[in-house]
């Protein structure tokens, strides 16, 4: 089982508490070196009412079963927000191969605003700073990263009036198809730039490529995001369109600002 970077770590903790002092000291001429045991990552879950703000842990280190759960605890008093990762729980029935321990805390509808934000190790090593949420992105600012480390400080919002997906294939053959559904796409939709940076399903980077951040199991792909203020019954008539014109070999993946998979 490959623990040895959580076990360390713990052993700090334990020697904190049995000392009775935190680990983060207030004495200059100590330093207390806490190894990174969590990614933390910011996402945000779309939604045909509210979008709700998610953030995703995982262990740094693989366990040994891939259903490993990280317990967690995660409150709000008044404007600031209190999350801590607490201890890495083994499953009761193993799911084969290795894999990370996973949690998602659900955060959820935040107003525009500045935020406190402690991100905390068993509400004993203290990550202290900043959320800010605004229209246009989301961002951590913390004053230390000890035992974390933050995968994504900044996290931009899907604009309203997006729909973004794929179109993949196996075979080469179907890049004619392929393309044939992005020009109609474009006939009820609008092509627009976009800021580079994650989006927490994907991400723009600075060629203006999208990277999805899971697979999409095909070889090839043409992957698409376009402004669209249309009826959703239009998306609806044309990916079933194709679809029915190409019901093998093809994918037709089609997604909205709500979340609405087409």
Known sequence: MKKSTYRLFFVILTAS???GCSVKSDDPGIVVDIPKTFYVDLFEQLDTLQRKLIFKA???EAQDCKNYLISHTYHRQNGTLFLSLNEILPPDECQPGEGAATADIEVGYLVEGMYGLEVNLKNTVHNIGTLTVNDEYFEIQLDSYDGIELVHSRLLRIPDHTVWGYVGYAQPGFAG???????DLELIAESRPYDPGYYGYFTINVADEIVYSQSTGHPYTNKFMYQFDGNGQDLIDLIGQYRNQY???IDFYLVDDQGIVY
Do not use: T, V
């Not at 198809?177 to 020009?183: C, K």
């Open 177 to 183: 198809p392929a393309m044939e559904f992005l020009h």
């Open 247 to 249: 019901p093998d070999g």
């Open 17 to 19: 508490w049995l000392c």
């Open 58 to 60: 995982s262990s740094i």
